[in-house]
């Protein structure tokens, strides 16, 4: 078999894969907590790196993640009873513990019984604010989840939701360490905004900062390499003389955040993590977090009707089945040529809308051996080398990837500053960039 190329390297994530295997190191958002349904309730399907899994709330209330096949002859587990600590198949009752081991196996007479030498596929779960991750690698003991700061506050949950995406975790993931599209793909003609959310910095359909910023200018990218994974600047001139940097980081092994807020008082920090289900499909977690209030019930739902203004489709029992949007690719995705034509450089209303509705065009999998990158593209061209590199020394030489074992890594914050024209941005902002407001919930 001839070696994979790199678009096939970055791209496949299934089981045996080397980007897979690396996936496979970390922690991944296998569920919201609000999804899965209380002690012995329903249990939820999920997908995640081409496996289908059924996730559960045991009696216990800890969650558990088992292949979705029961080990005895391949029903689905999504129908099982969940009882008495276990998840039973309704086919002929053999029940399994969060850990996938074999409890009972009441169809098998007495002297035939090996409850013990059979086990189910189960992957370990931990939950934390509001999220519930699932540990899918080898290790016996699972490295200490990430130190991510809207992960961590159990008095402030961050505002979070799920953004479906029918096309590879690269092509979603790029579009989110690409600055200079918010030029064209972003612009509200008129510079109105359509919508605002309450007490945040960020409009439906316009950063605020960005009106300060001179119509037309493309943004300077530089892009550096970092601890955790990658670092960049979109630089952007004023009238007055100054820059105004957006400095946002790349998280491995999927992890990104966008900013831009210049007041600490009131910024809202704003994230995704770019979560493959298979292939071609992407279920990335959407956070917002402000450090300095937690949002109201009021609040959380205005943030997601900006965010999601046509809504989503009647909730179904597949994996990703309560986010499927209502404006897709089989509507194209609601697009309104007046809207465009007046008001929105595309006419698709929301930001994460327009970025599916360009990226599900690119294809399942976009052939990146035929695209021509620019400078605009530093950080896009970063973060494949990172990736590609962190997946060979994994497969070649069975080095850890960056952040496995290093969970203060991800204490990090994207920032927004005004600095004089030519500053050092990465001396200027570190200090900011490492802000945290602390872990104060339960440990690892």
Not at 6 to 24: I, K
Not at 86 to 115: A, N, T
Not at 144 to 150: G, I, K, R, V, Y
């Amino acid at each position: 078999m001839p070696p994979l190329t790199d678009n096939e390297l970055l791209t496949r994530v299934g089981p045996g894969t080397p980007m897979g295997r690396l996936l496979r190191q970390y922690w991944m958002p296998a569920a919201l907590s609000s999804e899965l349904a209380g002690p012995d309730g329903a249990p939820l399907r999920v997908r995640l790196l081409g496996e289908n899994l059924i996730a559960f709330r045991a009696t216990s209330g800890r969650a558990g993640l088992l292949a979705e096949g029961c080990p005895h002859r391949g029903a689905s587990l999504y129908f099982g009873r969940n009882e008495e600590e276990g998840l039973r198949c309704v086919y002929h009752g053999w029940k399994w513990d969060r850990g996938g081991r074999c409890l009972d196996m009441p169809s098998e007479p007495p002297g035939c019984r090996f409850e013990g030498k059979v086990r189910a596929v189960a992957y370990p779960c931990r939950e934390r604010n509001g999220v519930v991750w699932a540990y899918m690698g080898p290790r016996a003991d699972p490295p200490p989840l990430p130190d991510l700061e809207w992960n961590m506050l159990p008095d402030n949950v961050p505002f979070m939701w799920r953004n479906y995406r029918v096309c590879n975790w690269m092509q979603a993931l790029e579009g989110d360490v690409d600055s200079s599209h918010i030029n064209f793909l972003h612009r509200t003609l008129d510079r109105g905004e359509l919508s605002t959310v309450p007490g945040t910095n960020m409009p439906g359909h316009w950063n605020a900062q960005m009106a300060l910023t001179r119509q037309g200018d493309s943004p300077r990218i530089e892009a550096a390499e970092a601890p955790f994974g990658a670092l960049y600047t979109a630089a952007r001139a004023m009238d007055d003389g100054r820059e105004y940097h957006r400095v946002h980081p790349f998280l491995f092994p999927f992890h990104t955040m966008v900013g831009g807020g210049l007041d600490e008082s009131t910024v809202s920090l704003n994230g995704k993590a770019w979560v493959p289900m298979d292939d071609t499909h992407t279920l990335a977690l959407e956070w917002q977090l402000r450090p300095e209030a937690p949002w109201t019930d009021a609040e959380r739902a205005e943030l997601l009707r900006v965010r999601v203004p046509h809504g989503f489709l009647p909730p179904s029992s597949a994996p990703a089945g309560a986010w499927m949007p209502r404006a897709h690719a089989g509507n194209d995705y609601l697009l309104d040529r007046e809207l465009q034509r007046s008001k929105l450089f595309l006419g698709v209303l929301s930001n994460p809308t327009q970025d599916a509705a360009v990226q599900e065009s690119m294809g399942p999998v976009i052939d990146r051996s035929k695209e021509h990158l620019g400078p605009a593209d530093a950080m896009i061209i970063l973060v494949r080398r990172r990736l590609l590199a962190a997946a060979r020394a994994l497969a070649d030489r069975g080095v850890t990837p960056p952040g496995v074992d290093e969970p203060e890594l991800y204490r990090v914050r994207p920032v927004g500053a005004m600095l004089p024209a030519g500053a050092d941005w990465r001396a200027a902002t570190e200090e900011r960039r490492r802000a945290f407001a602390g872990a104060r919930g339960e440990g690892n």
